[in-house]
Structure formats: C-alpha cells, structure tokens
C-alpha cells in the first residue's frame, strides 16, 4: 500500500525557512500532479502549491515568491521549500499525488512564531 511521509515541519521565527519533504513508499503510476496544501485552525485546507509531470507550477497568492515547490523523481519525492516564513503561515501541511487515485500524506506540523 502506498503511503506519503512528510517530514520536516517544525517551529521557526518569522522571516525563517523551512524545508518539506514528501516521500512516497511505494511506486504510484499514472501520476499527474503532485502538491503542497495546509490547513490552519478554524479554516478549510487550501493549495499552497502543485506541480505537473511536466514541471509547471502553481502557486498561492500568499506564498509566491517565498515557497518553491520540486520533485526528485528518482527519490519520489516532493518537496517545498519555505523562506521568509510569516505568522500567517502557521499550519499542518499536506502533501498530496494526484494519479488514478489521489494519495495524501498525515500532515506536519509548521508553527512560525517569535
């Protein structure tokens, strides 16, 4: 079965980095895209970032210019790269792999406070 394991969440200042990893266990065929989402208190989740087999990107509005979202296919793995970080951004992050069927990892914490 596959499963996608995040890592790298963590607490940091505003105006820090951070870095995401999704590794995927297991081999998924057909995939599509690839993504980034969170989910603060009290809100819905939300696209943070998604990325094609053919490497086109999207973004939040919020995040552009401070996120960067890439993938290792040889590790399977999606990461997002997260500097400049605000308060704002304070959220479990998901990462999720849209194929035949829409895989999503268990979420990791990212708290940005000073």
């Known amino acids: 079965q596959v499963q996608l394991v995040e890592s790298g969440g963590g607490l940091v200042q505003p105006g820090g980095s951070l870095r995401l990893s999704c590794a995927a266990t297991?081999?998924?065929?057909?995939?599509?895209?690839r993504g980034w989402y969170r989910q603060a208190p009290g809100k819905q989740r939300e696209l943070v970032a998604a990325?094609?087999?053919?490497?086109?990107?999207n973004y939040a509005d919020s995040v552009k210019g401070r996120f960067t979202i890439s993938t290792d296919n040889a590790k399977n793995t999606v990461y997002l790269q997260m500097n400049s970080l605000k308060l704002e951004d304070t959220a479990v992050y998901y990462c999720?792999?849209?194929?035949?069927?829409?895989?999503w990892g268990q979420g990791t914490q990212v708290t940005v406070s000073s």
């Open positions: 999720n792999t849209v194929a035949w069927v829409t895989y």
């Open positions: 990325i094609t087999t053919r490497g086109s990107t």
């Open positions: 297991g081999s998924i065929f057909s995939i599509r895209s």
